[in-house]
């Protein structure tokens, strides 16, 4: 088990996807203070995205530097605001270039968690001309694994979220409904402390009689049972 844990939250803010934020709020508070409480060295950080249309009309990314302060993670949540999203593919790509940026500390266990329902820009159709692989490999470089979140299931975008996790040595996780969105924050984190902590929270959720179908397959892709 492990203490030093550094997790950021990668949140896609546009139209078919802001539900799912609206779903972390409901829980924001006590879930990062029951986190602080059990896994006294983590520290949390956030990304809100839209795409590079909203650039003029909302923001493209907003973010919170990794962090132990319950008010200052709760208070980004709470009021980051919604964006559009214009075309299909949304900026994917510039939030894995941005995660390389923040303050991630030596021998700490480090962990992007990327959600989404769509693919990135390619390189010839986003400002920076980034390529998303180039990027995934920079993270992995930095020893910073990539859970690949995919909500919605559409079929076009499966690769993407595989590979992000097959790059990193991280996992691809379907999230089906928004509803399971505040156990897999803390599943995230528990799982990065150990898998002894991960599974006592999957025993938590059997006992309170919560577990179902979706659930049950995110527990099995992070424990490996499938």
């Known amino acids: 088990m492990t203490n030093n844990i550094e997790v950021v939250f990668s949140f896609d803010t546009t139209g078919s996807m802001y539900p799912c934020l609206t779903q972390v709020r409901r829980?924001?508070?006590?879930?990062?203070?029951?986190?602080?409480?059990?896994?006294?060295?983590?520290?949390?950080g956030i990304i809100a995205h839209g795409d590079y249309c909203d650039r003029h009309s909302t923001y493209v990314t907003k973010q919170l530097e990794l962090s132990q302060n319950i008010d200052a993670i709760c208070n980004f949540v709470e009021r980051v605001g919604k964006t559009g999203?214009?075309?299909?593919?949304?900026?994917?790509?510039?939030?894995?270039?941005?995660?390389?940026?923040?303050?991630?500390?030596p021998k700490?266990?480090?962990?992007?968690?990327?959600?989404?329902?769509?693919?990135?820009?390619?390189?010839?159709?986003?400002?920076?001309?980034?390529?998303?692989?180039?990027?995934?490999?920079?993270?992995?470089?930095?020893?910073?694994?990539?859970?690949?979140?995919?909500?919605?299931?559409?079929?076009?975008?499966?690769?993407?979220?595989?590979?992000?996790?097959?790059?990193?040595?991280?996992?691809?996780?379907?999230?089906?409904?928004?509803a399971y969105i505040n156990d897999l924050f803390l599943a995230v984190c528990y799982q990065q402390s150990s898998d002894e902590e991960l599974q006592s929270y999957e025993q938590e959720i059997l006992d309170m009689g919560r577990m179902n179908r979706g659930l049950n397959q995110i527990f099995n892709t992070m424990l490996n049972r499938e």
């Open 27 to 44: 829980k924001i508070q006590s879930s990062v203070t029951r986190l602080m409480s059990e896994i006294p060295g983590i520290r949390i």
């Open 85 to 105: 999203g214009g075309d299909a593919p949304e900026c994917y790509e510039l939030v894995l270039h941005q995660a390389q940026s923040f303050a991630w500390t």
């Open 108 to 178: 700490t266990t480090k962990s992007l968690v990327l959600i989404g329902d769509d693919i990135p820009h390619p390189p010839s159709q986003n400002p920076q001309k980034l390529n998303w692989r180039e990027e995934v490999n920079k993270l992995s470089d930095m020893g910073i694994t990539i859970y690949g979140v995919q909500a919605l299931n559409r079929r076009h975008a499966t690769m993407f979220y595989q590979e992000l996790a097959e790059k990193s040595g991280g996992f691809h996780i379907k999230l089906d409904q928004f």
